[in-house]
């Protein structure tokens, strides 16, 4: 035989190659690409850099934080159990169609398939595992800042606001249990009670501006086809690849159904046997990536508008910190002032406020965002990319903005932010990539380039806006900034 050595080292290849696959097919875990979907433990466990925290310096100390949080994981709303109740009822129609071929590549569990949530006559309230993501939370939170949540509670020390709907306004009470636990009177638990505001869902610019916002829901509405032209092909060739396989003559909606299933049954049921293992993990992260992009141009950077009507928050954090700041310089004691403001929502708002602050980018990519240029789509696998749903937004995804009081550490920064994504510290692009921040730099360089936008101006449609009259006198203009200032402090105190 020739060239033995050369024949050991291809075999010894072969086997290596072999060996590589079979690790990277086991490693492979389709309840890391939900996108939004994702359990927040799961994301927690992503890992998508190697970036080295700053160390704070010892005599920098937190004076405040800030919390934007999305609900924890929730079941599907009603309309999507529905579809699911339908879906079934497809499958046997898909089933009765193949029903005198030999065949046994389908999948026993599709026959006599039915949904987990068939009975159920209400839909999108948080379950207990979104209980447990932000108990936990609150409890890691209390224990990572104890400088800030060793005060005796009260609501204008550590105000909790969440949205009239009730999954977050749920969230905010199981986080709020976590951070106060041991705390009080009530139960083994000692826990104690504490209070959760919320505005009308109808005027809530603060939390729900996507809902009040009529020029947004005209946007969306009129991007969602061309949105759904991109994603086509890859569904197209997906649906394609499942007929093949399974033997089924299934459509691109049923794969867009099937996808969802898969995504309720990983997260919620912690089940990848079923649904899931229809598709390959190359096709899971093609579908990943078609959630991705829906997010990303409806909800994220793709249009300057997503995020642009979310100044109302970005302007309330900045308010809070200059506050804090302001009670600081005051030399008042800590728990006479505002230690922490925790706002639970949506996906909807956390993405937006997640624009606003630069998380996710490049230095380039913020300067576009600065010039309100749209950024690209996030790159198809593949591709690598950082715009991923599961740990841009997953369930329970948050926002920490922790502000730092640092005497004389440095000669032209006293106070310094630190935003922690999901608990961890992230680099910010518009303080030069750095994740320790000083606080007039971000607002500088960070805030004030958004803030300049109204979010009147943005949200009104030309139609509604009221027509400009003659020009109003000094005198006129007085009285009403007297009145609406005396009507803005009465709301206030009833609040």
Same mark, same amino acid.
């Given at each position: 035989?020739?060239n033995?050595?050369?024949?050991?080292?291809?075999?010894?290849?072969?086997?290596?190659?072999?060996?590589?696959?079979?690790?990277?097919?086991?490693?492979?875990?389709?309840?890391?690409? %939900?996108?939004?979907?994702?359990? @927040?433990?799961?994301?927690?466990?992503?890992s998508e850099?190697?970036? /080295? $925290?700053? =160390?704070? $310096?010892?005599q920098?100390? $937190?004076?405040?934080?800030?919390?934007?949080?999305?609900?924890?994981?929730?079941?599907p709303t009603? !309309?999507?159990?529905?579809?699911?109740?339908?879906?079934?009822?497809?499958?046997? /129609?898909?089933?009765?169609?193949?029903?005198?071929?030999?065949?046994?590549?389908?999948?026993?569990?599709?026959?006599?398939?039915?949904?987990?949530?068939? &009975?159920?006559?209400?839909?999108?309230?948080?379950? #207990?595992? &979104?209980?447990?993501?932000?108990?936990?939370?609150?409890?890691?939170t209390?224990?990572?800042?104890?400088?800030?949540f060793?005060?005796?509670?009260?609501?204008d /020390?550590?105000?909790?606001?969440?949205?009239?709907v009730?999954?977050?306004?749920?969230?905010?009470?199981?986080?709020?249990?976590?951070?106060?636990?041991?705390?009080?009177?009530?139960?083994?638990?000692?826990h104690?009670?504490?209070?959760?505001?919320? *505005?009308?869902?109808?005027?809530d610019?603060?939390?729900r501006?996507?809902d009040?916002?009529?020029?947004? !829901?005209?946007?969306?509405? #009129?991007?969602?086809?061309? /949105?759904?032209?991109?994603?086509?092909?890859?569904?197209?060739?997906?649906?394609?690849?499942?007929?093949?396989r399974?033997?089924?003559?299934?459509t691109?909606?049923?794969? #867009?159904?099937l996808?969802?299933?898969? !995504?309720?049954?990983? #997260?919620?049921?912690?089940?990848?046997?079923?649904?899931?293992?229809?598709?390959?993990?190359?096709?899971?992260?093609?579908l990943?990536?078609?959630?991705?992009l829906?997010?990303?141009?409806?909800?994220?950077?793709?249009?300057?508008?997503?995020?642009?009507?979310?100044?109302p928050?970005?302007?309330?954090?900045?308010?809070?910190m200059?506050?804090?700041?302001?009670?600081?310089?005051?030399? %008042?004691?800590?728990g006479? @002032?505002?230690?922490?403001?925790?706002?639970?929502?949506?996906?909807?708002?956390?993405?937006p406020f997640?624009?606003?602050?630069?998380?996710?980018?490049?230095?380039?990519e913020?300067?576009?965002?600065?010039?309100?240029?749209?950024?690209?789509?996030?790159?198809?696998?593949?591709? !690598?990319r950082?715009?991923?749903?599961?740990?841009?937004?997953?369930?329970?995804?948050?926002?920490?903005?922790?502000?730092?009081?640092c005497?004389?550490?440095? *000669?032209?920064?006293? @106070?310094?932010?630190?935003?922690?994504? =999901?608990?961890r510290? +992230?680099?910010?692009?518009?303080?030069?990539?750095?994740?320790?921040? $000083?606080?007039?730099?971000?607002?500088?360089?960070?805030?004030?380039?958004?803030?300049?936008?109204?979010?009147?101006?943005?949200?009104? +449609?030309?139609?509604?806006?009221?027509?400009?009259?003659?020009?109003?006198?000094?005198?006129?203009?007085?009285?009403?900034?007297?009145?609406s200032?005396?009507?803005?402090?009465?709301?206030?105190?009833?609040?």
């Open positions: 035989m020739e033995p050595p050369q024949i050991v080292l291809l075999l010894f290849f072969l086997f290596s190659s072999a060996a590589v696959l079979s690790h990277a097919a086991e490693k492979f875990d389709v309840r890391s690409h %939900l996108s939004t979907v994702t359990r @927040y433990h799961i994301s927690k466990g992503i850099n190697s970036f /080295v $925290p700053s =160390n704070i $310096p010892d920098c100390k $937190p004076i405040h934080l800030n919390l934007v949080a999305r609900h924890g994981t929730r079941a009603k !309309k999507r159990m529905k579809e699911l109740e339908f879906f079934a009822t497809r499958l046997g /129609v898909l089933l009765e169609n193949v029903k005198g071929q030999k065949s046994t590549v389908i999948p026993s569990w599709l026959r006599g398939w039915k949904s987990p949530w068939t &009975g159920k006559h209400k839909g999108g309230e948080l379950i #207990s595992e &979104g209980e447990t993501e932000l108990y936990e939370l609150g409890i890691r209390r224990e990572k800042f104890p400088e800030l060793n005060e005796n509670y009260h609501p /020390v550590y105000p909790i606001k969440a949205t009239q009730s999954r977050a306004s749920s969230s905010a009470v199981a986080f709020g249990m976590g951070l106060f636990s041991d705390r009080g009177k009530l139960g083994p638990g000692r104690r009670s504490f209070a959760v505001t919320s *505005e009308s869902r109808a005027s610019i603060m939390l501006f996507h009040c916002c009529q020029n947004y !829901k005209s946007f969306r509405k #009129s991007q969602e086809p061309s /949105v759904d032209k991109l994603k086509e092909p890859v569904l197209n060739e997906i649906t394609q690849e499942l007929v093949t399974w033997g089924l003559n299934f691109r909606r049923d794969v #867009s159904t996808w969802f299933l898969c !995504k309720q049954e990983a #997260s919620l049921l912690n089940k990848t046997d079923q649904a899931c293992a229809l598709f390959t993990p190359s096709e899971v992260g093609l990943e990536w078609t959630d991705d829906d997010v990303f141009m409806l909800k994220g950077y793709g249009n300057s508008l997503n995020y642009h009507m979310g100044v928050l970005l302007d309330d954090v900045i308010q809070s200059d506050q804090a700041i302001m009670a600081k310089e005051d030399g %008042l004691v800590p006479s @002032y505002e230690m922490a403001r925790l706002r639970f929502a949506h996906a909807e708002t956390l993405l997640s624009c606003l602050i630069g998380l996710f980018l490049d230095g380039p913020f300067q576009q965002i600065l010039n309100e240029q749209p950024l690209q789509p996030p790159l198809k696998p593949p591709q !690598k950082r715009w991923r749903g599961s740990t841009v937004a997953p369930f329970a995804g948050n926002n920490m903005l922790v502000l730092y009081s005497g004389s550490v440095n *000669e032209t920064s006293k @106070y310094f932010v630190q935003v922690l994504h =999901n608990e510290p +992230v680099q910010l692009a518009g303080c030069g990539n750095s994740d320790f921040c $000083p606080f007039e730099e971000f607002k500088e360089k960070i805030a004030y380039p958004h803030l300049k936008h109204d979010y009147d101006a943005l949200c009104t +449609v030309e139609s509604e806006k009221p027509k400009q009259t003659a020009p109003t006198s000094t005198f006129s203009r007085i009285l009403s900034w007297i009145f200032s005396s009507a803005k402090q009465t709301k206030e105190s009833e609040l």
